[in-house]
């Protein structure tokens, strides 16, 4: 943090982008998307593969028999 200016010289906080350029490639390849945990794109492309699909499947609904029923 720069005491006077009140933000980092590295990432740019407290802005609420990071603190990139593009005349330092080095640096973008250092603290791009993948470099972290990725803690929920990573289950992006999978989800995307199956359309985003919510719930529980079909099969499992419909095949039910409860104790009511019988």
Excluded: I
Excluded at 28 to 36: L, Q, V
Excluded at 42 to 66: E, H, I, L, W, Y
């Amino acid at each position: 943090m720069h005491v006077q200016k009140k933000d980092c010289a590295s990432c740019g906080y407290p802005a609420a982008k990071t603190r990139k350029y593009n005349w330092s490639e080095k640096a973008k390849r250092r603290k791009t998307t993948g470099t972290g945990r990725m803690r929920y794109l990573k289950d992006v492309s999978r989800r995307f593969q199956n359309g985003f699909q919510t719930g529980v499947p079909k099969n499992a609904r419909m095949g039910k028999k409860t104790e009511a029923d019988a």
